[in-house]
């Protein structure tokens, strides 16, 4: 049974920076590609940040890029995202995913994955 498990979520002031950890369990990641979602107030949810197990490759939106920095430890089944300089825009709930097999251009797709965890809510004022 796969299970991902956020946290890490905070009212911060702009500026400021965050960590949101994702705990994983159940789930073996070869060739998985782990990501974090977010979703706004009233909008949709997007791609943020997203990792390759095999290889570490990572992917950005361009809105978090020189901002989020995304890392997998995978000794201790644990991904992250290193968030700075918030901006009130960066507000919402964030999400972890997980899924196998797919290309670099479907990384940031919402669509493409099965696992999700269940959030952490981000606020910056």
């Known amino acids: 049974h796969v299970q991902l498990v956020e946290s890490g979520g905070d009212s911060v002031q702009a500026g400021e920076s965050l960590r949101l950890s994702c705990e994983i369990f159940g789930y073996t990641y070869s060739s998985t590609c782990m990501s974090w979602f977010r979703q706004g107030p009233s909008k949709a949810r997007e791609g943020v940040a997203a990792?390759?197990?095999?290889?570490?490759?990572?992917y950005y939106a361009d809105s978090v890029k020189g901002r989020f920095t995304i890392s997998l430890d995978d000794v201790n089944h644990m991904l992250y995202l290193q968030m700075n300089n918030l901006k009130p825009e960066d507000t919402a709930m964030y999400y972890c995913?997980?899924?196998?097999?797919?290309?670099?251009?479907?990384?940031?797709?919402?669509?493409?994955?099965?696992?999700w965890g269940r959030g952490t809510q981000v606020t910056v004022s």
């Open positions: 990792i390759y197990a095999a290889g570490g490759r990572t």
């Open positions: 995913a997980a899924d196998d097999g797919m290309l670099p251009v479907q990384a940031l797709a919402v669509d493409r994955y099965k696992y």
